[in-house]
């Protein structure tokens, strides 16, 4: 997904929340999320054959209680404008400083040319 498809959606959702939606709306955000979804179907087993991929050792995850409790409490303590917020990354040169902090933006990119 593309970072204009992403910073879209945000300001689409955040333009939307709280306001009853139209069949324009839902139809825009039905579209977006499947092409969403049939980008992440096209590339997963892509990894799984790659042999660069292959040659990374596997990965033994450890879980730590007393941080996933601390995660799961601040998750909780966010509203769904603020979550979407803070996973969406767009290009430095897509967004403005105010808009960062009008849409709670978690991280901007910088550097990598969009």
Same mark, same amino acid.
């Given at each position: ?11 689409? @959702?955040?333009?939307? *929340? ?14 977006? @999320? ?32 007393? @941080? ?9 303590? @966010? ?7 803070? /996973? ?14 009008? *849409?709670? /933006? ?9």
């Amino acid at each position: 997904m593309s970072i204009a498809v992403a910073r879209g959606l945000t300001f689409h @959702l955040a333009n939307t *929340y709280g306001r009853d939606p139209t069949a324009q709306t839902t139809t825009t955000r039905t579209s977006t @999320l499947l092409a969403c979804l049939l980008a992440l179907a096209t590339t997963a087993g892509a990894a799984e054959t790659d042999p660069i991929v292959q040659a990374w050792p596997a990965r033994q995850p450890q879980r730590d209680a007393a @941080l996933e409790a601390r995660v799961e409490a601040t998750l909780k303590t @966010l509203t769904l404008r603020q979550k979407v917020g803070q /996973i969406t990354q767009p290009e430095i040169r897509a967004i403005t400083p105010d808009e960062v902090r009008d *849409y709670g /933006i978690g991280t901007v990119l910088n550097g990598g040319g969009g």
